[in-house]
């Protein structure tokens, strides 16, 4: 079973910046998209980042948006995620996921369109 291991979480002043890293732990792991969760003191999960490891397809949700960024290493079967001008608000644990079966962007942005996940990294932004 393949599994994403995650690093790169902590505790960052607001205005300060983290750079989130998530690899496969097969090398041979073919996937067509990964992305990037996270479920903030209370909530429930939501959508950060997204993008197809095949093509230059990129999606962000509209609170991270200039201010993360999402991008991959297909050589090392990584995922990134700079995040700058972090805020209190960005606090929250957060989660890489990845598909082997690409059904298309609309659910590279949702929960069910992911079939792997990572056991998440706490990212604390003080005020």
């Known amino acids: 079973q393949v599994q994403l291991v995650e690093s790169g979480g902590g505790l960052v002043q607001a205005g300060g910046s983290l750079r989130l890293s998530c690899a496969a732990s097969e090398p041979t792991f073919s996937t067509d998209g990964m992305g990037w969760f996270r479920r903030p003191p209370g909530k429930g999960r939501e959508f950060v980042a997204a993008?197809?490891?095949?093509?230059?397809?990129?999606e962000y949700a509209d609170s991270v948006k200039g201010r993360f960024t999402i991008s991959k290493n297909t050589a090392k079967n990584t995922v990134y995620l700079e995040m700058n001008n972090l805020r209190p608000e960005d606090t929250a644990v957060y989660y890489c996921?990845?598909?082997?079966?690409?059904?298309?962007?609309?659910?590279?942005?949702?929960?069910?369109?992911?079939?792997?996940w990572g056991q998440g990294t706490q990212v604390t932004v003080s005020s």
């Open positions: 996921a990845a598909t082997a079966v690409y059904r298309g962007s609309y659910y590279l942005t949702r929960e069910p369109g992911y079939g792997y």
């Open positions: 993008l197809t490891w095949i093509g230059g397809w990129v």
